[in-house]
């Protein structure tokens, strides 16, 4: 059978031998036994691992309720940030040929032109809200949810919308939770133990999927399947340990930058869902790699040059997607004033294909080690696969760095700032502390 993911680690032996990356074997069986069998740092946050398993026995209800929001709406508007987002859009852009239903997104951030426009261009459409949040407490996605309640209220009477409205948080705590059972919502439950980034198969990712239209079944599958291939092979076979192992071996030797490099433009979300999930997994106590993302060969034009010859700091990971499922062929041109006749026939897939081919070669030359990923093809199964792969991958590393990999203490510094700011009640000390700072 034809396999969903192959790593190919050629590319990086010059700065990391196979001696070394072995040498690194020990501690990553250490780390993956720990996960799979629910100890270590972060324990109580480990639900994502046997994830796609759990999830299966829902799979039902949740498509039921996917199915009553989608047959009222023409346009669903999911609210949410960060790994209450990411995940939803990264799947349905990969997969948007499968969409049946439009998806639109809010809450990710504060702008009021962008929610201003959203509001004008669904002003005549069937609209229902997905509100998602796991802690039912971030300001953005609570401030744009109350916006756009009152919006969908007005639009099309209270209790109309309250029809369209479907909320996702936490099983019993939360202003989300509260506000959901007082209007008489229907409620999804986010696990307690799966976090933010680690929550595109919870209800969180498959509802919003499957309102869309997408097979959450197959996309379940492939998550299974990469949870049960991570878990019984050796660490010579398992393609999240081998990574895992690989880029912590690149950051000991001093390139702390990781920048993930897609092929086609629709796996753009992919690269922001990976982001958050090695960024805000690894980026603790002043260690980490930084991860970083280009669209190539768009980016080959802008951080091209910078990736060839820039500070030798940074590995790449390339995405590549084996099958294209809409190809194109080169037209001959008998002018051929473009001098692109010695193209004809040929398919633009191929021709990407040679691109990468030529890129991942020469920033290696350059000094930039790359690691080479190649998925079958863009379907739910596959993209279940990938990300439970790099869900397993991050677990791993974060044990190969000895932190917590599955919280975020940091990212609460600029939110008490923001409370003190805007002068939630609460907050008066740090606002006058912020004040005679004169910020
Ligand atoms: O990974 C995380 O936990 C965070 O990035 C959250 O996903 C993000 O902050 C949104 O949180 P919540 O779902 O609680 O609104």
């Known amino acids: 059978m034809k396999k969903s993911l192959l790593l ?17 074997y020990a501690q990553s069986k250490t780390a993956l036994q720990s996960l799979l069998q629910h100890q270590g740092l972060g324990n109580d946050f480990l639900g994502w691992v046997t994830l796609p398993t ?55 951030h504060l702008s009021a032109h962008y929610l201003n426009r959203l509001m004008q261009e669904l002003k005549d459409r069937q609209v229902g809200l997905c509100v998602i949040s796991k802690s039912g407490t971030t300001t953005e996605p609570a401030l744009v949810f109350r916006i756009l309640k009152s919006w969908l209220e007005k639009k099309h009477g ?16 939360g202003a989300l939770k509260s506000l959901a059972d007082a209007e008489g919502y229907p ?6 133990d799966v976090g933010g980034r680690y929550s595109v198969l919870t209800p969180v990712g498959l509802f919003p999927i499957a309102a869309a239209g997408i097979s959450i079944d197959a996309l379940l599958q492939g998550a299974e399947d990469a949870a049960l291939d991570v878990s019984r092979l050796n660490i010579e076979n398992n393609l999240a340990a081998q990574y895992a192992i690989a880029r912590f071996a690149l950051y000991q030797k001093g390139k702390v930058i990781e920048v993930l490099a897609n092929f086609r433009p629709d796996l753009h979300f992919i690269s922001e869902w990976w982001k958050q999930l090695f960024g805000e997994s ?32 940074i590995f790449e990971t390339m995405v590549w997607v084996q099958k294209e499922s809409h190809d194109l062929l080169v037209p001959g041109d008998p002018s051929n004033r473009d001098g692109l006749n010695f193209l004809k026939g040929k398919k633009v897939s191929w021709i990407n294909e ?7 070669f020469a920033h290696q030359q350059g000094g930039v ?19 439970q792969f790099f869900e397993m991958a991050c677990g791993i590393s974060g044990r190969l760095f000895q932190i917590n990999p599955f919280d975020q203490p940091g990212v609460e510094a600029y939110k008490k700032n923001m409370f003190a700011l805007l002068g939630k009640p609460g907050f008066e000390q740090l606002a006058a502390q912020l004040k005679k700072k004169g910020i």
């Open 8 to 24: 190919n680690l050629d590319y990086i032996t010059s700065v990391v031998s196979s001696a070394y990356q072995k040498s690194l």
């Open 54 to 108: 759990e999830m299966k026995k829902q799979v039902q209800s949740i498509k039921r309720a996917a199915r009553a929001l989608a047959q009222k709406c023409d346009a669903i508007i999911c609210i949410g940030i960060g790994g209450s987002y990411l995940g939803i859009r990264s799947t349905l852009e990969a997969l948007h040929d499968e969409v049946k239903t439009q998806i639109y997104y809010a809450g990710h």
């Open 282 to 313: 690894e980026g603790k106590d002043q260690q980490g790699i930084f991860p970083a993302s280009v669209d190539l060969t768009t980016d080959l034009h802008s951080m091209g040059q910078f990736l060839q010859e820039g500070s030798r700091n």
């Open 187 to 192: 409620t999804l439950v986010i696990p307690d």
């Open 369 to 387: 080690p790359v690691i080479q990923l190649q998925l079958a093809e863009m379907t739910p199964y596959c993209l279940g696969y990938l990300y």
């Open 158 to 173: 209270k209790n109309q919308a309250k029809q369209r409205i479907v909320a996702i948080t936490d099983r019993s705590q």
């Open 354 to 360: 040679q691109a990468m081919r030529a890129t991942a």
